[in-house]
């Protein structure tokens, strides 16, 4: 095969409107699998949901990168690499939220700390770890996983990351006007530390640490499987795949994915709704 890596998002490319995931895009990928492919998840969701999402379609014995590659797992879901934010950027990231009234949540480990509760909370551990149902999710095992994280409230979240120093691997950030390409220029003007990417065209943002993507993860993985890169294809749908995809030998945009995306990519396939990655692999990989 020309190419015998697959890199994968979850959100708008693997997972469909429904957030689940077609029997024919997992037939695709263990027909891949069974030539020889491998195929990861890369995904800003945690280690957890990327997790239960591998189990539920038996694709295991693979690594995963979540969190948009400050966490990297290898093969046996065992950690790799851990990318956390210096101290000092949280405390000025919150000083520039509360000029801006601008909401945040911060990742540690499989949890979120969150200041209070509100829209883009509430659920989150049902959201994170989704009920996969029609995919084959078996609901003893989703309620397995959903147990191993959880929601921690924090007063005063400054004072808290300020004592007792918790390593928060990715920051969350969200606004009711949908202000926040402005607030994404002011953090890349202003705040040094951390990368900013969107995930939903400036609906929210998506904060990891200085340096870290996926695609700079895709590049560890690869290198860790000794597969060149030009034996790597990639596939995602939105502004935090572009790098991924560009990284890739070659860079798949889901047909869903905005246009600027598209732009970036060497090709394009159906949409999520229409087994655009099973299209993908029959089309790029597999023929």
């Known amino acids: ?34 030539g020889g492919g491998r195929v990861i998840i890369c995904t800003g969701r945690s280690p957890l949901a990327a997790g239960w999402i591998a189990e539920t379609i038996h694709l295991l014995g693979e690594p995963i990168i979540a969190y948009n590659g400050a966490i990297i797992l290898d093969e046996d879901r065992q950690l790799i690499e851990e990318f956390t ?75 808290y990351i300020k004592i007792y120093l918790p390593a928060i691997t990715k920051i969350a950030v969200f606004h009711e006007n ?10 890349k003007k202003e705040l040094g530390g951390l990368e900013v ?10 904060l990891s640490p200085k340096g870290v993507s996926k695609s700079s993860a895709l590049v560890k993985v690869a290198d860790k499987l000794k597969i060149p890169l030009s034996e790597v294809a990639a596939i995602g749908d939105n502004f935090n795949d572009i790098l991924m995809l560009k990284t890739a030998g ?38």
């Open 85 to 159: 934010f210096k101290q000092n950027t949280v405390l000025k990231f919150l000083e520039l939220c509360r000029e801006g009234g601008i909401y945040a949540h911060f990742y540690e480990g499989d949890n979120i700390l969150i200041p209070e509760e509100n829209q883009w909370n509430r659920n989150w551990v049902e959201n994170n770890i989704l009920p996969l149902k029609a995919t084959g999710g078996i609901t003893k095992n989703c309620e397995r996983y959903r147990k191993q994280c959880g929601v921690n409230l924090i007063d005063n979240v400054y004072d």
């Open 250 to 287: 070659l860079g798949i945009a889901m047909g869903n994915a905005p246009e600027d995306v598209k732009l970036e990519a060497d090709v394009i396939t159906d949409n999520n709704d229409n087994l655009g990655v099973a299209k993908a692999i029959h089309n790029y990989l597999l023929s």
């Open 1 to 34: 095969m020309k190419y015998s890596l697959l890199a994968t998002d979850l959100d708008g490319t693997l997972l469909n409107e429904d957030k689940e995931i077609d029997k024919e895009t997992i037939q695709a990928i263990h027909e891949f699998r069974t």
């Open 197 to 206: 990417s969107s995930s939903f065209n400036y609906q929210n943002l998506e």
């Open 178 to 187: 949908n202000t926040l390409f402005e607030f994404a220029q002011k953090l």
